[in-house]
């Protein structure tokens, strides 16, 4: 792995903040949020439902407004008010692939236009004919045969209308791309068809991935960094094998204890830790973002990062 | 473990579906002895026919479904006489098997509670239908289920909606309502893929908790082999509408020996090795309207033996607790051998042994 000096940065995001709602029905669903995600990297982002993680993803797509702080893509600011012409580049550069491959899908849409649809957009220059070619070689890239373009999405199963819909997000050629939970509503087996695929396309095109799981198993295989986020705020950040192997916040502890591991004997061994968010007292210490350990932050006070690096020692 | 003990015994059970005159074998002739006490895992994908399995036993099958063959006998007691569930008709003589005997816990909790109705009473109709209590009592039996699942304030709790609940407590409230029937098994379809990990640990942990004080016997069912090697004592992987393999969990998760089972825990994601494919078992499961020709995995199988595409396998014992239907464990057939993954499970197996 090449040191973060040497790698491009690709979007940054600054103090986010997100707020549903105004006045006294605000509700803040992301609270000062910071990260980098470098050219190339798959960016795991991992919390439970109601955590803000799908939040984080729309915002990075400007389906959602934010109400504080920036996002920058390429170092240009994306949220807010911008430019027509960095509108038109970033709905080509960034596109999302969904959790629920049976609700994305327009069911009375020929699987041609459900792909072929963002071209008219971003390319209108192209003939009707040019468009079905690059739907056909679409639909080949993510595995599928070019005949399906003339069918209906009722007509395949949930792991083939899971490539239509990463099909549609790769036919205008992004750059970037959020994939929220793509692989949570799919079958086991089917599950590894669409990781393989991600990763193929990743190495072919160097595509870069925002990663938004609840499943830290299925994060340290497909992620280079993690980052944990609870109740909106981001609380753990580190390379994947660093979060797996050296979690430092009680709540990633929580979540790496949870995982369901196929070996009985060690499962029926296992305690799991049960976060508690009193554990915290933010009274007279109000938490900061520190780096305890290499390319490892935190979001804790300082009499915890000393607490929870002499813990982690330990074990 | 004896004769004596199996709480049900399903023996050559087929289910057809008839669906606009084409018929769909969805269960082609299994057999199972499910034992008391015991927790048994039922394994397998989408269409496998494991929720159409489980729902035959207690008479939920779709109005275009039927038994076609085989006998399905429920024990109430040990040794006693049994209740012949695959000759049950009228919905009259199920109302007495169901909810009271056999009780199940759905997928979503979203979709299987009333909104409509506090979530007390839809506990207390229960209670008050199959235990016969009224009032002041029913209502007290409620609040202890409702603290036996690990709600707190039961008192507040009861009067309120389910739309007052997170995904978790729902769910809780469903197993709740399950056990205020009172029953012997409890068949739980995927009770945690809709929840977060973290969640689903906990409700997995509750369902451990909740067989010993009510003596359940527990029918888990799931596509994710990681998910109940926490709690199961046995696994049914099953494909095609067939078992395929069953054995203890050590058995199962230590020592496979069908392709399907091994296929489907090399395909884990926990078993993925960084920067490398995972497994991905190829082709589609079998279409269940034809006639299907010797075992059901060998299209999808790279290893498969000439003998899989002509005859359908029986079942082979490796123990007495663990048999699979695969001819790879017939004496004459060539050595193959298991995939990486499998391996280093064994591997962490022999691990924990010399560790003990």
């Known amino acids: ?315 | 473990m004896e004769q004596n003990d199996r709480i049900l015994s399903v023996q050559d059970l087929h289910v057809k579906f008839d669906l606009r005159g084409r018929v769909l074998h969805a269960i082609r002739g299994v057999d199972l002895e499910l034992y008391r006490g015991e927790v048994l895992a039922i394994v397998g994908e989408s269409g496998s026919g494991k929720s159409v399995f489980t729902k035959s036993f207690m008479g939920l099958l779709d109005a275009n479904g039927s038994i076609t063959g085989g006998t399905m006998d429920y024990y109430p007691t040990p040794g006693g006489e049994p209740v012949r569930l695959s000759c049950l008709k009228g919905e009259k003589d199920w109302l007495r098997i169901r909810g009271r005997e056999i009780a199940m816990v759905m997928q979503d909790p979203m979709t299987s509670l009333n909104p409509l109705k506090t979530i007390g009473e839809q506990i207390m109709e229960a209670v008050c239908l199959h235990q016969g209590l009224k009032g002041a009592a029913a209502r007290e039996k409620t609040l202890e289920y409702l603290r036996d699942v690990g709600i707190r304030d039961p008192e507040q709790r009861f009067r309120q909606y389910p739309h007052e609940f997170s995904g978790g407590m729902r769910q809780r409230v469903v197993i709740a309502i399950a056990l205020a029937c009172s029953p012997r098994i409890l068949i739980c379809d995927e009770p945690t893929t809709a929840l977060d990990v973290t969640i689903q640990a906990q409700i997995l942990q509750l369902l451990k908790e909740m067989r010993q004080k009510y003596h359940l016997t527990i029918v888990m069912i799931t596509h994710d082999l990681g998910v109940v090697a926490n709690i199961a004592d046995r696994v049914a992987v099953m494909y095609a509408g067939d078992i395929v393999e069953i054995g203890t969990a050590d058995e199962i998760y230590y020592d496979p020996r069908h392709p399907y089972t091994w296929a489907l825990l090399s395909s884990m994601p926990q078993m993925g090795v960084k920067g490398q494919d995972l497994f991905n078992i190829l082709g589609t499961p079998p279409n269940l309207f034809a006639e299907i020709r010797g075992d059901a995995f060998a299209p999808r199988n790279p290893q498969a033996l000439k003998i899989d595409f002509v005859k359908r396998p029986p079942y082979f014992s490796v123990t007495p607790t663990h048999k699979a239907k695969t001819w790879l464990l017939d004496p004459r057939a060539p050595q193959v051998e298991p995939p990486a993954a499998v391996k280093l499970l064994r591997k962490e197996a022999s691990v924990h042994d010399r560790t003990r």
Not at chain 1, 81 to 90: C, G, H, M, T
Not at chain 1, 271 to 277: A, F, G, K, R
């Open chain 1, 1 to 315: 792995m090449t040191g973060p000096a040497e790698k491009e940065v690709l979007l940054e995001v600054k103090d986010l903040n997100i707020t549903y709602g105004t006045g006294r029905r605000a509700y803040d669903a992301v609270q000062q949020a910071n990260f980098v995600i470098y050219k190339g990297e798959t960016f795991g982002l991992v919390g439970e439902s109601g955590s803000g993680k799908t939040t984080i993803g729309r915002a990075i797509l400007r389906i959602l407004p934010t109400s504080g702080g920036e996002i920058l893509y390429k170092g240009q600011k994306i949220n807010g008010r911008i430019s027509r012409a960095l509108d038109k580049q970033l709905t080509k550069e960034i596109q999302m692939i969904f959790q629920d491959p049976q609700s994305s899908l327009n069911e009375r849409a020929k699987v041609s236009y459900i792909v072929g649809e963002g071209l008219q957009n971003v390319r209108p220059d192209l003939s009707p004919a040019q468009r079905e070619e690059k739907v056909r070689q679409a639909l080949l890239d993510v595995g599928l045969l070019p005949e399906f373009a003339s069918r209906f999405p009722h007509e395949f199963s949930g792991g083939q209308r899971q490539r239509i819909g990463i099909a549609r997000a790769l036919i205008v050629e992004p750059e970037f791309i959020v994939a929220d939970e793509p692989i949570s509503a799919l079958d086991m087996s089917i599950r590894a068809q669409v990781l393989n695929l991600l990763r193929h396309l990743q190495k072919e095109r160097g595509i870069t991935y925002l990663f938004i799981a609840h499943d830290l198993s299925v994060m340290r295989y497909i992620s280079d960094r993690i980052a944990v986020i609870h109740r909106g705020r981001i609380l753990e950040l580190a390379d994947a094998e660093e979060l797996v192997t050296h979690p430092l916040h009680p709540y990633t502890r929580s979540l790496l204890s949870a995982i369901p591991m196929p070996d009985p004997r060690r499962e029926r061994q296992k305690t799991l830790l049960v976060y508690d968010p009193a554990i915290h007292d933010y009274s007279v210490e109000t938490p900061q973002w520190r780096q305890l350990r290499p390319r490892h932050w935190v979001l804790c006070s300082g009499s915890e990062a000393a607490q929870w690096l002499n813990q982690e020692e330990r074990s």
